[in-house]
């Protein structure tokens, strides 16, 4: 057994590197970045700001115009008069951030308040006062409304406009997805989004160059990420929709990125075995980094509720990586308890899987390996707070599977499975690659219970428990969607 102090040298050694991998991945060796400066290449105008406060507030994006009206200024002139000194051009780089104060060590109101500081109070959003749909329909509604009516500093906001999210993979899953609307009803551009990591994970964040984690024991590092947030290059993500569909009658609470839906039709290009159901609950949602089911949707879904329950156990991202592992050594992954028979654990027993392959319509039954207790559908490398565990693929071995060198924007999600804990810890330090099952362009999946009352999924490290019936299927079908989201480059 190790020694106490022993165990304090290896957390210390573990918290040192997480440090230094936060000051890299932040940018914070080279230059001094000037406050005042980077303060006017951020600050939307006064009018502007409040404008779009008042939008957001009354759910109107008509309501910001008497900001405009309220200056003594013509609807139609360019922009206001200065007032207090105030720069009455668009800024360089107008900013907007959003934070999710419950993410990682819950160091969301320090970041606030700092953020305010070198910006304003009504360019940083926290989420549980803002929503993010509220911000794309309402905030960018009311720019988009002053600029049609001939406000050129408006027009000029909305066309430069970027946004930070500070939080986790699911926050800003969240925010991209509300950002995707603008695809849908035409209103372009989309703002790019970059990322300050708080979350437990941050696979998105490592993935476009922003680090694992964020240093709060240095002030200069909120002004040189926002700094590289207004000169960095962007980058294109595929991102990909979920619909689920169920028995009607089941209780389900997915998580904030599903919502309901009445467009519930399965693609017909496969048929559906045994009965349907006369009714069906349907949810979709969108997912960037990876969807899963199986034991680590369940072992993530027990950390999350003892998150929330005891709140003060989140005190960083080392600190919950900790009780996450001992979490997952309770619950089975590791250690299956005798009085149950392993083989159940097994998802070919309750699992059946299709998917369509490159450049191919038709549906392709899979078979799952019966070893394998979790299937991961990644688009990103990066999975578990920056492990591979596709692996970096010799040309050889792809040719004779099937596959393709795995890029985020490529259209094609890799299909894994992890055995069980030790096989998943293994895979976690990179010693091995999961099991490769298949690269998909599109992926069905039927669940259908028995021994299993409850199966477990997650979308980006949100994870909701799913009732299985014994008489019909429950379905989760994964399509990519036809437009691709713009990331921030962080390097």
């Known amino acids: 057994m190790d020694s106490p102090s022993s165990i304090g040298d290896s957390t210390r050694i573990a918290a040192r590197s997480s440090m230094i991998e936060s000051i890299r991945g932040c940018g914070l060796k080279g230059m001094r970045i000037d406050k005042e400066e980077l303060k006017r290449r951020l600050l939307m105008p006064q009018y502007l700001r409040y404008a779009m406060r008042d ?68 360019q940083v959003f926290d989420l549980s006062d803002v929503k993010p749909h509220e911000f794309v329909r309402y905030g960018l509604g009311c720019l988009e409304m002053l600029a049609g009516i001939g406000n050129s500093c408006a027009k000029e906001c909305r066309e430069k406009m970027r946004i930070m999210v500070a939080g986790g993979d699911g926050t800003v899953g969240w925010v991209l997805g509300c950002l995707g609307e603008l695809h849908k009803q035409g209103r372009h551009p989309v703002p790019p989004v970059g990322i300050i990591p708080l979350g437990t994970g941050n696979d998105l964040s490592r993935s476009f160059g922003w680090g694992g984690s964020f240093p709060f024991a240095w002030k200069s590092a909120i002004k040189r990420s926002l700094h590289k947030a207004t000169e960095g290059s962007i980058a294109r993500l595929d991102s990909w929709h979920v619909l689920l569909s169920m028995p009607a009658g089941a209780s389900v609470e997915p998580p904030h990125s599903m919502k309901p839906t009445e467009e519930c039709t399965l693609d017909e290009g496969l048929e559906v075995e045994g009965a349907l159901p006369e009714k069906t609950t349907c949810y979709q949602g969108v997912f960037y980094n990876y969807f899963s089911i199986g034991m680590d949707a369940q072992v993530t879904y027990g950390f999350h509720h003892l998150r929330n329950e005891k709140p003060y156990l989140a005190q960083g991202p080392i600190t919950n990586k900790l009780i996450y592992s001992s979490y997952t050594c309770s619950q089975g992954w590791f250690f299956t308890p005798c009085s149950s028979n392993p083989n159940l654990r097994g998802l070919k027993n309750v699992l059946r899987m299709h998917v369509k392959k490159v450049n191919c319509s038709e549906w392709e039954h899979i078979p799952v390996p019966s070893s394998v207790r979790s299937i991961v559908a990644l688009n990103l490398h990066n999975y578990g707070s920056g492990r591979n565990p596709w692996g970096n693929l010799k040309p050889e071995y792809l040719e004779k599977r099937g596959f393709v060198e795995a890029h985020v924007d490529d259209g094609l999600l890799e299909i894994f499975g992890l055995k069980q804990g030790w096989h998943a810890s293994f895979v976690m330090v990179e010693l091995i690659s999961a099991k490769h099952i298949a690269q998909a362009a599109a992926i069905r999946l039927e669940v259908r219970g028995g021994e299993w009352r409850d199966g477990y999924m997650q979308m980006d490290g949100e994870p909701w428990k799913q009732p299985m019936h014994e008489e019909f299927s429950t379905f989760v079908e994964i399509t990519r969607v036809p437009f691709q989201s713009l990331v921030i480059n962080g390097d």
């Not at 109107?60 to 139609?76: I, K, M, Q």
């Not at 007032?83 to 819950?106: L, W």
């Open 55 to 122: 939008s957001i507030r009354l759910k109107d994006p008509a309501a910001g115009e008497s900001r405009l009206l309220g200056r003594g200024n013509s609807v139609t002139a360019a922009a206001p008069a200065a007032e207090d000194g105030e720069e009455e051009r668009a800024p360089e780089s107008p900013m907007v951030v959003f934070i999710n104060s419950r993410s990682g060590g819950r160091h969301g109101p320090t970041l606030k308040e700092r953020l305010q500081q070198l910006m304003s109070e009504e």
